[in-house]
Nanobody, 126 residues
Framework: QVQVVESGGGLVQAGGSLRLSCTAS????????MGWFRQAPGKEREGVSC????????AYADSVKGRFTISRDNAKNTVDLAMNSLKPEDTAMYYC???????????????????WGQGTQVTVSS
């Protein structure tokens, strides 16, 4: 069974940090680019960050550049999102997703991410 499972969300004060993790199973992990997306109530889903199959290319939404860092460990089938200097506007459900043979180039967030997790909630209080 192909799946990705997120963990690490929670409640944090503005200026604080959280680290999200995503563990994949049932797929050849290094065949997939991995992305983090988020969706706040009443808003469209937003691509937050992407990392290519071997980690050589990363991409970030402008809203998180300099604050968030994506990384992956192909030996453990995991991808992490370190989030620092969190703001109330970062509050959202965060989703991990996988794109087969993706490369995180251009408008990566519009591409065919077809394996999705259930999401983990991040709430940043002011």
């Amino acid at each position: 069974q192909v799946q990705v499972v997120e963990s690490g969300g929670g409640l944090v004060q503005a200026g604080g940090s959280l680290r999200l993790s995503c563990t994949a199973s049932g797929l050849t992990f290094d065949n997939y680019a991995m992305g983090w997306f988020r969706q706040a109530p009443g808003k469209e889903r937003e691509g937050v960050s992407c990392i290519s199959r071997y980690g050589g290319i990363t991409a970030y939404a402008d809203s998180v550049k300099g604050r968030f860092t994506i990384s992956r460990d192909n030996a453990k089938n995991t991808v992490d999102l370190a989030m620092n200097s969190l703001k109330p506007e970062d509050t959202a459900m965060y989703y991990c997703a996988a794109e087969r043979f993706g490369d995180c180039s251009g408008s990566w967030f519009r591409r065919n991410f077809n394996v999705w997790g259930q999401g983990t909630q991040v709430t940043v209080s002011s």
